[in-house]
């Protein structure tokens, strides 16, 4: 089981490397976009894995048992998995900033915000593995769900293009955001699955 689902994340790492290899260039940017779209896709994917696990935390509170489903128990996985996709995607928004602003803009309030809250995601999420306590863990990452959308729906764009994917007359750039965000999808779910049964079986 564990070798199939080690082979299984492989199948879909390789698959997003080559999909990214393999992707559009723009007059501006060139091959740069690649790295654009990817690091949105990749945000993207960890902020809607903070929003879930803030439901399912909802669900934990409502009925913290479900058959062998526990909702506290999901609801941690997937805020720690969507805490995984969230510091990657740090170091990638740095990358992109010196690529294409030529350094880092720290006056920018999308890139603070995001560092912000990778900042408190871990804390709390270091918190909540301390204290194992369910109530606390869907509590927490509700809380947090939903404050991660409020605090970059706030969030001020500066240098930061509002919208630049959908905002685009290319409908190929747009299809291939699309195919990145389903692959990176596909990854967060393989690891939720994969974490959460093994959490179930050293439980």
């Known amino acids: ?30 091959t740069r976009l690649r790295l654009v779209l990817l690091h949105g896709a990749w945000v993207w994917t960890g902020k809607t894995l ?15 048992l479900r058959g062998r489903l526990s909702w506290p128990r999901l609801s941690q ?4 998995t969507g805490l995984g996709f969230w510091l990657t995607y740090l170091p990638m928004s740095v ?13 920018e309030p999308r ?30 990452n509700l809380g947090f769900g939903m404050g991660v959308w409020y605090l970059l729906a706030k969030a001020e764009n500066q240098l930061h293009p509002v919208s630049p994917v959908f905002s685009s007359n290319s409908l190929r750039i ?25 959490h179930s079986t050293s439980t």
Not at 96 to 102: K, P, Y
């Open 111 to 140: 890139w603070r915000v995001p560092l912000l809250i990778g900042l408190a995601a871990v804390l709390l999420q270091t918190a909540l593995w301390l204290f194992r306590n369910d109530t606390l863990t869907c509590l927490v």
């Open 77 to 80: 996985v997937i805020g720690l």
């Open 50 to 64: 903070f929003l879930v696990a803030g439901l399912a935390g909802l669900l934990g509170l409502l009925k913290p």
């Open 174 to 198: 747009q299809a291939y955001f699309l195919l990145l965000l389903g692959l990176c999808g596909l990854l967060a779910g393989q690891l939720i699955v994969q974490r959460y049964l093994q």
């Open 1 to 30: 089981m564990k070798r199939k689902a080690a082979l299984t994340l492989a199948l879909t790492l390789a698959t997003l490397t080559i999909v990214f290899l393999l992707g559009p260039s723009e007059r501006s940017l060139g």
């Open 95 to 107: 990358l992109v900033m010196t690529q294409t602003w030529g350094g880092i803009a720290w006056q």
